[in-house]
């Protein structure tokens, strides 16, 4: 086994670490730069680099079930630790296969267990992240990297700032300072090679900060009311789940809302698909909606112009605006849509509206112009606009609420072209507020233990944000 300072050496003979004058990936002009594929060449040596990496996690008291390596470079080190350990291995792809099953992980995925990422050199971080983010996807945690050479360039913080811990064989200044005393190189290019990360460090200190909690982001002056209310149900029940009630029927609407009440902030109807509308069938769902402490959202999508809207809004057989909290439209028409829905209303504190910046479909229209035009028309009617139905965060106002439809507890796409996500990439990746599930429920064989569960899956991801 070869020492530390060996191993400095050898890698310095093979050229895996060279000095001079080098353009990186991002433009900038280093005056040192690192190329460990060369390894594959050098077996024994891998296997030495390899065997430290292991013991690296060993020190570090990782806990771990697989390990995954990034590809492309740390895949041949990933693979020794895993043969010559017996430790199972996960294998991410640059890009998902077009055919077959379409995976962006090859290996057993076990649910929840712990994926040990193995890399060679760390800068940014953002290689271990994004591998880090594909891992999750497929349902695997995870908490610790271990890189053979961190080059001090603000992964390590950039990193743990994603909850993920970084561990180092060596680091730049370590590798030049073996080499210094070796007289491989000069003292002056340490000295340089340390101008050069101080210079170039992607950490910014200033960039980092806890989100805001529900109960924060509701407490918050320019908060609309039924806002901060639906902010304080989900930090009193500890649920971001709004239940889609995709059914036909109020007998089977009101079951539904009264067994899985406890479990969601909000419910999600469509009353112009019920077969038995009814006053009291609405009284019978705002009573188990006090009981259970949720909000009514009428998923309208209304999208004609002011007068019509406000009509649709509070007449006809439905009078939504007499019943539901919240309701939604699109910002297609002009703002004369929002100023036509809230003019029929006498005290806007009781009723809000979310507005469609993005849908979940594929082959929608609405572009990034679309997307911004409708974040500026909400925070011009804050006094009615609480939020966005998205598929991402589109405006950094705290006080907006982002709710995400198309939400399962596996990614997929149905035979409509319907784009599924889940509850992690919804709350935690993707930065929304409130998960919207539908069919996930409805077509579960236990439809309150898949309610739990999503449940579950969206507060914890809320947690980990």
């Avoid at 065997?51 to 041949?76: D, F, H, I, R």
């Avoid at 700032?161 to 180092?168: A, P």
């Avoid at 730049?172 to 005393?181: D, P």
């Avoid at 028409?333 to 209303?345: D, E, H, N, Q, Y």
Wanted: glycine residues 6%; charged residues 25%; neutral net charge.
């Amino acid at each position: 086994m070869l020492s530390r300072e060996e191993l400095v050496l050898r890698l310095f003979e093979i050229e895996a670490v060279k000095f001079g004058s080098f353009t990186l990936k991002s433009g900038i002009v280093s005056p040192v730069y690192v190329d460990l594929r060369v390894m594959i060449s050098y077996p024994s040596l891998l296997k030495e680099v390899s065997e430290l990496l292991w013991k690296k996690a060993e020190e570090a008291n990782v806990q771990y079930k697989s390990l995954c390596g990034v590809p492309y470079t740390a895949l041949p080190m990933a693979t020794c630790i895993s043969v010559d350990h017996d430790i199972p291995m996960l294998i991410r792809r640059k890009e998902a296969k077009d055919y077959g099953t379409k995976k962006k992980v090859e290996g057993n995925c076990e649910k929840d267990s712990v994926c040990l990422i193995i890399e060679d050199v760390v800068t940014t971080g953002s290689s271990v992240y994004e591998t880090a983010e594909i891992l999750e996807e497929a349902g695997v945690r995870v908490t610790d990297a271990i890189v053979l050479l961190d080059r001090e360039q603000g992964g390590k913080a950039n990193l743990c700032n994603k909850n993920i811990t970084l561990h180092s064989v060596f680091t730049l200044t370590g590798v030049m300072k073996i080499l210094v005393e070796k007289e491989k190189i000069k003292p002056n290019q340490l000295q340089e090679v340390k101008s050069f990360l101080a210079k170039n460090n992607s950490f910014k200190p200033s960039t980092i900060h806890r989100s805001l909690s529900f109960r924060e982001r509701g407490m918050q002056k320019q908060t609309h009311p039924v806002a901060r209310r639906l902010f304080d149900i989900m930090e009193q029940k500890q649920t971001n789940l709004c239940f889609s009630a995709d059914v036909d029927n109020f007998a089977e609407l009101l079951e539904l809302a009264d067994k899985i009440g406890q479990y969601i902030c909000c419910i999600k109807t469509h009353v112009d698909i019920m077969e038995d509308f009814s006053a009291q069938n609405i009284k019978s769902l705002k009573e188990l909606s006090v009981r259970h402490n949720f909000l009514i959202f009428e998923d309208r999508k209304f999208a004609d112009i002011g007068n019509t809207v406000r009509s649709q809004y509070t007449g006809g057989i439905y009078k939504i605006s007499d019943w539901c909290d919240i309701t939604n439209a699109h910002s297609l028409p002009g703002p004369g849509i929002v100023s036509g829905l809230k003019s029929s209303l006498d005290d806007k504190s009781t009723r809000a509206c979310l507005l469609i910046a993005e849908m979940s479909s594929q082959g929608n229209l609405a572009d990034s112009k679309y997307k911004q035009s409708t974040v500026e028309m909400a925070s011009e009617h804050g006094d009615f606009v609480i939020g966005f139905i998205c598929t991402s965060k589109v405006s950094e106002n705290p006080s907006h609420i982002h709710f995400t439809p198309g939400v399962k507890l596996i990614n997929g796409v149905d035979g409509f072209g319907q784009k599924y996500l889940t509850p992690d990439e919804v709350i935690r990746r993707r930065g929304s507020d409130v998960i919207i599930v539908g069919r996930g429920i409805t077509e579960s064989a236990n439809r309150i233990k898949t309610a739990k569960e999503f449940q579950e899956a969206g507060w914890m991801a809320y947690n980990r944000r």
